[in-house]
T-cell receptor, first 110, second 115 residues
Framework: DAKTTQPTSMDCAEGRAANLPCNHS???????VYWYRQIHSQGPQYIIH???NNETNEMASLIITEDRKSSTLILPHATLRDTAVYYC???????????FGTGTSLTVIP | DTAVSQTPKYLVTQMGNDKSIKCEQN?????MYWYKQDSKKFLKIMFS???????INETVPNRFSPKSPDKAHLNLHINSLELGDSAVYFC??????????????FGPGTRLTVL
C-alpha cells in the first residue's frame, strides 16, 4: 500500500543537519508528499508537506526533486529530541488515505 | 488544551470481552480516523469518518465498529476481543475530506492488551 521507500535507520550527530531521503517513484502529478514523525510510541506528529516546490517551516525543510520521484527532509540542527521514526507518505488521490511505510528510525547522537 | 484526546490510555482485558475506546477532537475538524499500530510498529488506517459518515473501511473485521455521535467524537467499539487485537490504536482528525492538502493531527494512542 505504501508508495514510498526509506532507509531503515540513520544516525546523526547532535547539532548537525539530518538529511532523510525518500523515494516515491510512482507518485502522480497531484499527489503531495507528507512527512510525519513518531517519538517513542507517541502519536505521529506532522512535520511538513509539499507538491513540487521546496518547502520550509520552523521544523524542517523539504527538498523535492524536479521529477518528483524522490525527496529529502532536512532537520537543520538536529537535537536529541529529534530522535524518532520519520515517515515519508504520499497521499493516495482521490481520497485522503495515508499509507504509512516502515519509516526511518533516526538516532541523534550526543 | 489537547487537540485530539483518547481514553483510556491503557486497556488490559481478557479474550472474548467487548471494549470501547473514545476519541474527541476540539479542532473543529470534519474528518476523523482510527489507525492501528501493531507490535512491528506498522501503522495502518482502519476507518475514516467525514461529518459523522463512514467513508473508509480498510478491510477491518466486523468485530470493530466505529461510532460517531457528532463531528467531534469518533469511538471505536471492539467485540469478542482476540489476542491479535493487541496493539496501539491512534485516533486522528483533519480539516476536511476532499482537499488537496490535508494535515492529520493524531491523539496520544490507546495501548490495548488482550490476555
Amino acid at each position: 500500500d505504501a508508495k514510498t521507500t526509506q532507509p531503515t535507520s540513520m544516525d546523526c550527530a547532535e547539532g548537525r543537519a539530518a538529511n532523510l531521503p525518500c523515494n516515491h517513484s510512482t507518485i502522480s502529478g497531484n499527489e503531495y508528499v507528507y512527512w510525519y514523525r513518531q517519538i517513542h510510541s507517541q502519536g505521529p506528529q506532522y512535520i511538513i508537506h509539499g507538491l513540487k516546490n521546496n518547502e520550509t517551516n520552523e521544523m524542517a525543510s523539504l527538498i523535492i526533486t524536479e521529477d518528483r520521484k524522490s525527496s529529502t527532509l532536512i532537520l537543520p540542527h538536529a537535537t536529541l529530541r529529534d530522535t524518532a521514526v520519520y515517515y515519508c507518505i504520499v497521499r493516495v488521490w482521490p481520497g485522503n488515505q495515508f499509507y504509512f511505510g516502515t519509516g526511518t528510525s533516526l538516532t541523534v547522537i550526543p | 488544551d489537547t487537540a485530539v484526546s483518547q481514553t483510556p490510555k491503557y486497556l488490559v482485558t481478557q479474550m472474548g470481552n467487548d471494549k470501547s475506546i473514545k476519541c474527541e477532537q476540539n479542532l473543529g475538524h470534519d474528518t476523523m480516523y482510527w489507525y492501528k499500530q501493531d507490535s512491528k510498529k506498522f501503522l495502518k488506517i482502519m476507518f475514516s469518518y467525514n461529518n459523522k459518515e463512514l467513508i473508509i473501511n480498510e478491510t477491518v473485521p466486523n468485530r470493530f465498529s466505529p461510532k460517531s455521535p457528532d463531528k467531534a467524537h469518533l469511538n471505536l467499539h471492539i467485540n469478542s476481543l482476540e489476542l491479535g487485537d493487541s496493539a496501539v490504536y491512534f485516533c486522528a482528525s483533519s480539516q476536511g475530506w476532499v482537499t488537496f492538502t490535508m494535515i492529520q493531527f493524531f491523539g496520544p494512542g490507546t495501548r490495548l492488551t488482550v490476555l
